[in-house]
C-alpha cells in the first residue's frame, strides 16, 4: 500500500475501526497488527490511565503499527427541564435493576480530553484519529509535533472541508450505514443517508486528502469497491463484533446473530446523539422521546445498559451494529480480517 500509510510497515488495505465500550481490545488491535493490518484502540469511555495500559499492552503482545482513536469534545448541553423528563421516562426500566434513574443527576465531561491528549504527545503513537468534532488547533498541533499520523472521521463534505483547512494528514470517510455513533460534527441534524461510494466521491471531489472509508465494509467484494472509489483503505468495525479478540458483552454477540431478522436504526435513545443500533424494545420505547444531550444522557443510561447486559437483557441494551451485520462471523479476527481482504 503506498500513500497515508507509508513507512507503517502495513500488507492489507483493510483498518479494524476502533469500538469503545467494550469491543476494541488489545488483543484485537494486536490480531490485527500481526495481520497487516492497522487496528485501532478506541480511548472513548476510558481513563488515561486505562487507555496508557492498553498501549503498553499492543506494545507488549503486538507487532507494527497501530492507532488510537479518541473523541474529541464536541459537548451538547442536555436542556435540564428535558433530562428530568428523560430520566422519569425511564423510571420503570430502572426499578427492573434496583435503580432510581428518576434521581440522576446530569454529568457534562469531556472524556479526559486533555489528559488523554497529554499521554498522547509525551508517548506518541503511530497513528491518531478524531471523531465526534475537530480537536481544538493548539492540541491538533502538539499532536502533529510528535509525528503521528492524523486522521479526522468526517461524514460530510462540509466536516471534510474543515478537517482539511485545519490541517489533518488524512480523513476517515463514514457513511451513514456504520454501526454504533455517528461521527457528525452536528448531532442535533443527523447525517444524510448516503452510500459509502457516493459520499467518498462527494468528498474526494472536494479536498485533497488520502481517505479510509467506513461504513457497511463488510465482505471482500466491499473493500475492493472502496478501494475502486478512490479510498486508500477500507474501514470494518461491525464485522469484527463477534471474533474471538472482541470484547463486546456476550448478549451483544448473541444478539446479532439471534436478531437477524431485525433492522437497524439511528437513535440518540442510549446516549443522546445519534447512533447506529439494533431495533429493540428500548429503542421502540424511547426512540424519538430522548433528549438531544451527549455526554449526558451517556451517563444517565450507562447504569441501565450495564446492569441489563450483565443479565443477558437484550430489550435495555445498547446493541450498536452497522446495516449490515449480518455479515458479522463468529471465530479468529485473523479470519474475519484475510476474508475482508481476499480480493484486494
Ligand atoms: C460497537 C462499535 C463501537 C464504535 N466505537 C467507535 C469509537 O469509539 N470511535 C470511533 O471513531 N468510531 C467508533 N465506531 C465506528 C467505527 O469506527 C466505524 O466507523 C464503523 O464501525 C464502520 O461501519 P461498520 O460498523 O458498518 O463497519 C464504533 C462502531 C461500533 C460498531
Not at 99 to 121: F, P, Q, Y
Not at 207 to 223: E, F, H, I, K, S
Not at 321 to 341: D, P, Q, T, V, Y
Request: without cysteine.
Amino acid at each position: 500500500m503506498s500513500g497515508l500509510f507509508d513507512g507503517l510497515g502495513l500488507t492489507s488495505p483493510v483498518v479494524a475501526a476502533p469500538m469503545a465500550g467494550g469491543p476494541t481490545t488489545p488483543s484485537l488491535v494486536a490480531a490485527a497488527g500481526r495481520a497487516g493490518v492497522l487496528g485501532f484502540l478506541a480511548a472513548g469511555y476510558r481513563t488515561p490511565e486505562d487507555l496508557a495500559g492498553q498501549i503498553a499492552a499492543v506494545r507488549r503482545v503486538g507487532k507494527g503499527a497501530f492507532g488510537v482513536n479518541v473523541f474529541a469534545p464536541n459537548p451538547v448541553p442536555v436542556d435540564p427541564a428535558e433530562f428530568r423528563a428523560y430520566a422519569q421516562a425511564l423510571r420503570g426500566d430502572g426499578e427492573v435493576y434496583g435503580l432510581d434513574l428518576a434521581a440522576a443527576h446530569i454529568v457534562e465531561n469531556d472524556d479526559h480530553w486533555h489528559a488523554k491528549v497529554a499521554l498522547l504527545v509525551s508517548d506518541p503513537v503511530p497513528v491518531v484519529s478524531f471523531t465526534f468534532g475537530l480537536p481544538p488547533r493548539g492540541d491538533l498541533e502538539a499532536l502533529r509535533r510528535t509525528g503521528s499520523i492524523l486522521l479526522q472521521t468526517v461524514t460530510s463534505v462540509e466536516e471534510a472541508r474543515a478537517a482539511d483547512e485545519a490541517g489533518v494528514d488524512g480523513l476517515v470517510v463514514q457513511a451513514a450505514a456504520a454501526g454504533a455513533h455517528s461521527g457528525t460534527f452536528t448531532p442535533a441534524e443527523p447525517p444524510r443517508d448516503v452510500p459509502l461510494l457516493e459520499l467518498l466521491q462527494e468528498i474526494g471531489n472536494a479536498v485533497n486528502l488520502p481517505l479510509v472509508g467506513a461504513g457497511g465494509v463488510a465482505t471482500a467484494d466491499d473493500v475492493v469497491a472502496v478501494l475502486g472509489a478512490g479510498a486508500e483503505a477500507a474501514m470494518a468495525g461491525t464485522a469484527l463484533l463477534r471474533t474471538d479478540e472482541s470484547g463486546a458483552s456476550a448478549v451483544h454477540k448473541a444478539a446479532l446473530v439471534e436478531m437477524s431478522t431485525v433492522d437497524t436504526v439511528v437513535t440518540r435513545a442510549f446516549s443522546g446523539r445519534p447512533a447506529r443500533a439494533l431495533r429493540n424494545a428500548f429503542v421502540d420505547r424511547f426512540d424519538g422521546r430522548a433528549p438531544l444531550g451527549y455526554p449526558a444522557v451517556h451517563h444517565l443510561t450507562t447504569p441501565l445498559r450495564r446492569a441489563a447486559a450483565a443479565s443477558g437483557d437484550t430489550d435495555r441494551v445498547n446493541l450498536w451494529a452497522g446495516k449490515r451485520f449480518r455479515h458479522a462471523r463468529a471465530g479468529a479476527a485473523r479470519a474475519a480480517l484475510a476474508r475482508l481482504a481476499a480480493k484486494a
